[in-house]
């Protein structure tokens, strides 16, 4: 199983700045942006949750994607087991996942758009440009040397670093804006900033 090594920077609402240094260090689109759904699901107990674990399906107009995720490491980047694989059918891997006692439990939604340079094995990682219903985020993916380097060049110090999840974010905005947490979805399809 891969242990992947990732963190978060907050951005502003306008992307256009970031979208040209990304330009200007080399990377290119390597998957143009898109919606994904993501579900999480759980037992009636949060056993998943209790132990830092968490098994998501994805779905975006590509693929269908199940990801189960192991506990984080203490570390100023997140660092946790993962794996993946495609699924033919996220509405059937629900219906068994719900067969065996685990339910949706939180549903969030970003259009993401991942950039890589050409030779990303040689290069150590990959960008992940999310737009998400509170707010935009870079996901930078990789090695602790390529994401610290690939931050600095893009403007941001390990201060910036965000190793919390979309979950444990959007309630730290409900907590902020005083709203009832629900699920994080969009009222409506946000238009390309």
Known sequence: MKI???????LPGKLGKIRQRLRELGFRIATPRALESNTLFDNAKRSLRKHGKLIRVRV???RQVLTYKGPSQASQYKKRPELEFDLLSAAQMGTIFEQMGYHP???YEKFRTEYAKRKRAAQGGKVLLDETPI???LEIEGGPRWIDQTARLLGFSADD????????????????KR?????MLFKSRPLRK
């Open 60 to 62: 975006t107009n590509r």
């Open 4 to 10: 992947e090594i990732e963190i978060k920077l907050r």
């Open 161 to 176: 670093y965000i190793t919390r999840s979309y979950g444990y974010l959007y309630l730290a905005y409900c907590r902020e």
């Open 105 to 107: 439990v939180f549903r």
């Open 179 to 183: 709203i009832r947490p629900k699920d």
């Open 135 to 137: 707010g935009n985020f």
